[in-house]
């Protein structure tokens, strides 16, 4: 992916104050989120990434904000930015839950946070949907991968930490050379019963594109037996049950 950076005042200009201030853009907004980016010690902006908005690539989008690449100084890192049109009222909550994923070494590891913005390590990688369905992506690493990804859920499951978001985990597992990691904790709560394990499991191996790509690549067992795995967990979440699924999923 081609990094060209800009100096962050590139976000006083057309197109690039809208990914600022999205989707509202006011001038009175810009300038408190410049000041507030400064403080930051963000430097450089690049946009670069597979989403386009208002002719502009970024790295992802959601319903609380935007990511862009950013320089944080000298250090490339990741920078959500809060739409103004948010249903949070800042950033501080998000910075909470993804300091919890970190402790169980979880997640892109949290740098720092602002009303507006959220600063997190840069994880350069793939999709798990675009890395699984690469002809040179072999069954081993996917049970790898796949194997690796439900026991950080069961992690989170076992501390409490509901992500909300693993029914659609094609989006929210990022794969590289180093492994996997869990990305974008918008939706994470420790106020629900976690359900990272049963919904990724379903996620990945049941009725998605996903799990269409998974089942070419590795043999798994018939939906009623992934089921009826699921329902043993859900019931009672022991490391005993977990490891029972992964087994039982032939992991």
């Known amino acids: 992916m081609t990094q060209h950076f800009q100096t962050i005042s590139v976000f006083k200009k057309d197109p690039y104050k809208k990914i600022l201030t999205f989707p509202q853009v006011t001038e009175s907004e810009i300038t408190k989120r410049m000041v507030e980016l400064r403080k930051l010690g963000i430097t450089h902006i690049s946009f670069t990434g597979p989403l ?39 950033m501080t909550n998000e910075a909470k839950l993804l300091k919890t994923a970190n402790k ?16 997190m390590e840069y994880i350069d990688g793939e999709k798990i949907i675009d ?14 991968v796949v194997k690796n990804v439900l026991r950080e859920c069961f992690l989170l499951d ?3 930490l509901d992500h909300g978001e693993l029914s659609t985990i094609d989006k929210h597992v990022i ?3 180093k492994g996997n990691t ?14 990272n394990v049963t919904g990724a499991t379903q996620g990945i191996l049941i009725g998605t594109g996903l799990a269409k790509i998974i089942q070419k690549k590795i043999k798994i067992p018939t939906k009623k037996k992934i089921i009826d ?23």
């Not at 040179?136 to 049970?143: C, D, M, S, V």
Request: charged content about 35%; some cysteine; aromatic content about 6%.
């Open 52 to 90: 386009q908005i208002e002719k502009c690539h970024i790295l992802g989008k959601g319903y609380v904000g935007m990511v862009v690449l950013a320089k944080k100084r000298s250090r490339v890192v990741a920078l959500k930015i809060r739409r103004t049109d948010s249903p949070r009222k800042n």
């Open 182 to 195: 869990m990305i974008d904790f918008e939706s994470s709560s420790e106020n629900r019963k976690p359900s």
């Open 104 to 119: 169980l070494e979880i997640g892109p590891k949290f740098i720092k946070n602002s009303k507006n913005f959220l600063i």
């Open 229 to 251: 795995l699921i329902r043993i967990y859900k019931k009672n979440p022991t490391l005993e049950n977990f490891e029972s699924l992964i087994v039982g999923l032939k992991l």
């Open 131 to 144: 890395w699984a369905k690469k002809s040179e992506t072999k069954a081993k690493e996917i049970r790898s």
């Open 158 to 160: 076992d501390a409490g």
């Open 175 to 177: 794969v590289n050379k």
